[in-house]
T-cell receptor
Framework: GESVGLHLPTLSVQEGDNSIINCAYS??????FIWYKQESGKGPQFIID?????DKRQGQRVTVLLNKTVKHLSLQIAATQPGDSAVYFC??????????FGDGTTLTVKP | DAGVIQSPRHEVTEMGQEVTLRCKPI?????LFWYRQTMMRGLELLIY????????DSGMPEDRFSAKMPNASFSTLKIQPSEPRDSAVYFC?????????????FGNGTRLTVT
C-alpha cells in the first residue's frame, strides 16, 4: 500500500516570508497528488494538485513541486499571510480512487 | 454549490448507544468517502463508495461500524454500540472519479463524543 509522510509536523514563519512544506510518498506508481488546507473546525479544503506527468504547477500564491525520482512533493506559499495559518496535508491518490493522507504540518504565521 | 453537507455537527452520546452520522455529497459526484480524524491516527479512510456501491471497507474498525448509500445523494455511517474510543471527528467527502483531476471535497465533519 501507499504511505505518506511529512518532514516537519510544525512550521512557523514570519508574515510576508515564503513557506515550504514537504511530503514524501512510497509508491512510485502513484499518479495524482493533492494538497489540502484544514482550518480549525472545518474539513480539509483543496488547494492545488499535480499529476505525475508534470513536475511543477502554480496557482495563486501557491506552487506544488513534484520530484518523482526521490518521491518527494512540496508546497510553496509565497508571501505568507496570517490567513494561511492552518494544518496542511498532502495526499496521494491511487488508481482505485483511494487517497492516502500524510499526518499534516501545522503552519503558524507570526505577524 | 452547497458543498458536502454533514449532520449533525456535534454528537454527544453515552457508551452503548447507537449513533448515525449523515452525509449529502455534492450533486453529480459519483464517489463518496468516510474518514475519521483523531490526534493519534490522523485522517483514516473508513470506507468509500463508487456509484453507490461500497468498493473498499477495509478501514472500518470492526463490525460495530456500518455504512450505507441508498442513493446518489445520501449516505449514513452507523456505530452500534458506540464506545468511548470511537470519539473523533468523522468526515464525509465526495469526488468525481474518472478521467482527469479530481480532488476530494470534504464536509465540515461531525464531532462525536462518546462518554
Amino acid at each position: 500500500g501507499e504511505s505518506v509522510g511529512l518532514h516537519l509536523p510544525t512550521l512557523s514563519v514570519q508574515e510576508g516570508d515564503n513557506s515550504i512544506i514537504n511530503c514524501a510518498y512510497s509508491n512510485s506508481a502513484s499518479d495524482y497528488f493533492i494538497w489540502y488546507k484544514q482550518e480549525s473546525g472545518k474539513g480539509p479544503q483543496f488547494i492545488i494538485d499535480i499529476r505525475s506527468n508534470m513536475d511543477k504547477r502554480q496557482g495563486q500564491r501557491v506552487t506544488v513541486l513534484l520530484n518523482k525520482t526521490v518521491k518527494h512533493l512540496s508546497l510553496q506559499i509565497a508571501a505568507t499571510q496570517p490567513g494561511d495559518s492552518a494544518v496542511y496535508f498532502c495526499a496521494v491518490r491511487g488508481k482505485a480512487g483511494k487517497s492516502t493522507f500524510g499526518d499534516g504540518t501545522t503552519l503558524t504565521v507570526k505577524p | 454549490d452547497a458543498g458536502v453537507i454533514q449532520s449533525p455537527r456535534h454528537e454527544v452520546t453515552e457508551m452503548g448507544q447507537e449513533v448515525t452520522l449523515r452525509c449529502k455529497p455534492i450533486s453529480g459526484h459519483n464517489s463518496l468517502f468516510w474518514y475519521r480524524q483523531t490526534m493519534m491516527r490522523g485522517l483514516e479512510l473508513l470506507i468509500y463508495f463508487n456509484n453507490n456501491v461500497p468498493i473498499d471497507d477495509s478501514g472500518m474498525p470492526e463490525d460495530r461500524f456500518s455504512a450505507k448509500m441508498p442513493n446518489a445523494s445520501f449516505s449514513t455511517l452507523k456505530i452500534q454500540p458506540s464506545e468511548p474510543r470511537d470519539s473523533a471527528v468523522y468526515f464525509c467527502a465526495s469526488s468525481l472519479i474518472g478521467d482527469g483531476n479530481s480532488p476530494l471535497h470534504f464536509g465540515n465533519g461531525t464531532r462525536l463524543t462518546v462518554t
